[in-house]
């Protein structure tokens, strides 16, 4: 069995060498020449066993090692080891690579594969087909030079990566572009998918809330009309009073139950946004300031003044009075609400609204932002109002959603409800300093 070279066999080789040279030499009567010449030989011996080795590196492709002798054996069926190893390894290796390509391939997306100088280094079959590329014809090309449209290399040269990128092809073909990076050694990673179908089944339904809102807004501002009519006309029996009233506030609901869905539907479709500074600590205080039941809650808060945010003024608008407000429409007279703007760290700002009211069950906390949920009628202030619409939540959901944050909402029974949310904060502008 084969080992590894060791210090002994190296001197038994030199040894032996040695030996036989001096035996030879002392025989001879020329000790030292003979002895010269055993050396001279041994060197050139390894000096051939070197050249084997180095032409079968170096020039012959075959995986088994030329014939050796003495302490060159186990040296060359070690390489050879390593070889047969580094060899499954690089068959291992390419199957594997193999085997995520024909993954990409199946995959319905288009996938690219870029260097850090934005050349093509890899793209699936469904890139070819989506974005007119060519594999391997294009490989080492600059992608803004395959891909031109403005918008994309001006995106590509920002490299601000967080938000997809998405471009309308031809004037009906909407692609979604998504990017990874750094992605293996600073190299991008592409993903595009063909969202024309989405793009025209956003397209219907802000059509068909707008027919929706036109349909129904027309007709419901007639039956207002004529229920006020009726109601100043006067002279109507208990029963007829009742009647006009519960149809008078079921025509009011009705009609904000509309509005609510036009907002929906505008902050879910809206791709682009006005952002702005906003002054959070002053959009609180006016919630406070106007406030129309401060007769009937203990309204108290904590509001660190100063506190600027970024982002769409009526979104954030529609967020803390939905929030203010839904503490009092769902709890009795008497419930004590506090209201809070307050710093998180050095560079966060919290909105939350705390009420002292039942609580919510836990059962119902992960369905307070779907559309149209209610926990229960017996939760709102006013048992004769049918309440909201079920859609304050979704819509603060939505929007929190677009400004890169989200609700937190916690719960107790019998305890009261925390609702909340947490936004990255801004230095306020210089106007609104020289003013302080």
Known sequence: MLRSLTLKRILLEIGGVLLVSALIGWVSGAFFFVLFLGMLGLALWHYLQLRKLSHWLWEENRLFPPDGRGTWLPIFHGLHRMRKKQREERNRLAERVSYLRRGAEAIPDAVMLCDAKGRLEWCNHQAETLLGLRWPQDQEQLLTNLIRYPEFSNYLKLR?????????VDGHLHIEFRFVYPYIEYNLLIIARNITETAKLEQMRQNFFANVNHELRVPL?????????????????????????????QADRLYALVQQLMKLSKIESATERDKTAINLSQMGETLIHECPHHEEYPITSHIVPNLWIEGDLEEIKQVTTNLFYNAILHNEVGTPIH??????????????????????????????????????????????????????????????????????????????????????????????????
Do not use: C, W
């Open 160 to 168: 601000q990566f967080e938000t997809p990128l998405k471009l309308t």
């Open 221 to 249: 501002t007639v039956i207002k009309g004529y229920l006020e009519m009726l109601d100043d006309m006067g002279g109507h029996s208990s029963f007829e009073e009742k009647a006009i009233s519960h149809m008078s506030s």
């Open 339 to 436: 209201l809070a703007v307050e710093p998180v760290g050095e560079y966060e700002v919290r909105f939350s609204v705390t009420d002292k009211g039942r609580g919510i069950d836990e059962a119902h906390l992960a369905h307070l932002t779907e559309r149209f949920y209610r926990v229960s009628e017996s939760r709102k202030r006013d048992a004769k109002n049918d309440g909201g619409s079920g859609l304050g939540l979704a819509i603060v959901k939505h929007a929190l959603q677009n400004h890169g944050s989200e609700l937190t909402v916690e719960s107790t029974l019998g305890k009261g409800s925390t609702f909340s949310f947490v936004m990255k904060s801004i230095e306020p502008p210089a106007t609104s300093k020289k003013t302080n």
